[in-house]
């Protein structure tokens, strides 16, 4: 059985910062693209941030410079450090792993930035 869960999520302050966490299991972790995508009230999910099975890692146009994905085989855990959080950022982060035709989602975890 897959599972992805994650964690780190929670309310923090604009011009905060958080680190998400994403633990995989029941999969070969390390031969997974994994990703981070959002979700706003009333938007559609969007992709955040995506690592590759090699460690290439691409972001939206909005992340670049404030967040990080990075990811751990050893762990099975893929991670997203958040600095400089703004209240755009509010949303349910989701972690996605994605390989060939295969592609799995966690739960979520909601992020919300405000003072």
């Known amino acids: 059985q897959v599972q992805l869960v994650e964690s780190g999520g929670g309310l923090v302050q604009p011009g905060g910062s958080l680190r998400l966490s994403c633990a995989a299991s029941?999969?070969?972790?390390?031969?997974?693209?994994m990703g981070w995508y959002r979700q706003a009230p009333g938007k559609q999910r969007e992709l955040v941030a995506v690592i590759t099975r090699d460690g290439s890692t691409n972001y939206a146009d909005s992340e670049k410079g404030r967040f990080t994905i990075s990811r751990d085989n050893a762990k099975n855990t893929v991670f997203l450090q958040m600095n400089s959080l703004k209240p755009e950022d509010t949303a349910v982060y989701y972690c996605n792993a994605h390989w060939t035709t295969l592609e799995y989602w966690g739960q979520g975890t909601q992020v919300t930035v405000s003072s």
């Open positions: 029941g999969i070969t972790f390390s031969i997974y693209a």
